[in-house]
């Protein structure tokens, strides 16, 4: 099992450009889940999404929007990048139950100059 | 809304001596509180965690400890190893929001040999 993965690993942007950022887990989880994190901050949820078809806001959704795709990917989305979201964004996965382990995926760092 | 503190930001401790890291959280329905180490450029990872029907739990040197009254709950290093150095992060899981987990800002350990 490669457990959670994610695309790309490193990405430099353009103030004003679009990219989205890929996710997928292999371990058949229902919950996924988008944080970024940035120092000082630890980590911050974006969006998540507790089974296929439906997706909820986090504490910092303004700027992203989300995909879930299947019950293996979870896509995060910037619209029109901004310095502000430079960071470390890391996707997440759970079986879903009340008390299941996150598992993270290595992250993407990412640049908006 | 929902939030999760956690002290201190940063620790040193002498290889050997114990580390303890407290955090606090807002929502009393939270039922749920792992924590998870992140070393430099890795993924967080869990090491221990808790349900709200227990007041203690330890897995070798790592211990925690949960005050449901007060909304506390700590985490305890004993016999630290250089090893041990990295960043802590505690979390709580929001009953009321099935799959929603807020995460505190962090605890920088350094163990110094």
């Not at chain 1, 759970?94 to 598992?103: E, F, P």
């Not at chain 2, 040193?12 to 992140?38: H, L, M, R």
Request: proline content about 5%; overall charge positive; hydrophobic content about 30%.
């Amino acid at each position: 099992n490669a457990g959670v993965t994610q695309t790309p690993k490193f990405q430099v942007l353009k103030t004003g450009q679009s990219m989205t950022l890929q996710c997928a887990q292999d371990m058949n989880h229902n919950s996924m889940y988008w944080y970024r994190q940035d120092p000082g901050m630890g980590l911050r949820l974006i969006y998540y999404s507790a089974s296929e078809g439906t997706t909820d806001k986090g504490e910092v959704p303004n700027g992203y929007n989300v995909s879930r795709l299947n019950k293996r990917e979870f896509s995060l989305r910037l619209e029109s990048a901004a310095p502000s979201q430079t960071s470390v964004y890391f996707c997440a996965s759970s079986a879903g139950r009340a008390t299941d382990t996150q598992y993270f995926g290595p992250g993407t760092r990412l640049t908006v100059l | 809304g929902e939030n999760v503190e956690q002290h201190p930001s940063t620790l040193s401790v002498q290889e050997g001596d114990s580390a303890v890291i407290k955090c606090t959280y807002s929502d009393s329905a939270s039922n749920y509180f792992p924590w998870y180490k992140q070393e430099l450029g890795k993924r967080p990872q869990l090491i221990i965690d808790i349900r709200s029907n227990v007041g203690e739990k330890k897995d070798q040197r790592i211990a925690v400890t949960l005050n449901k009254t007060a909304k506390h709950f700590s985490l305890h290093i004993t016999e630290t190893q250089p090893e041990d150095s990295a960043v802590y992060f505690c979390a709580a899981k929001l009953k009321t929001s099935y799959d929603k987990v807020i995460f505190g800002p962090g605890t920088s350990l350094s163990v110094i040999p």
